[in-house]
């Protein structure tokens, strides 16, 4: 908590720059993770649908 860094010595601008940081980060990192994702998704999708597409002219 705020108040255990602040009596280690840290200051309170320090604690509030450092958590707005790492806030921004993880925020950095579950969009990334989310856009991977999304893109790992699309790209799957789009192979299901060549492989169906494929498997279709094959069978005629």
Known sequence: SKKEWTDMGVKEE???MLKK???DINNYMDTTTFYKQLLLDSYRSAQQE???KNNSLHSE
Do not use: A, G, M, P
């Open 21 to 23: 940081e790492i806030n």
């Open 14 to 16: 320090v604690y509030d």
């Open 50 to 52: 060549y492989q169906e």
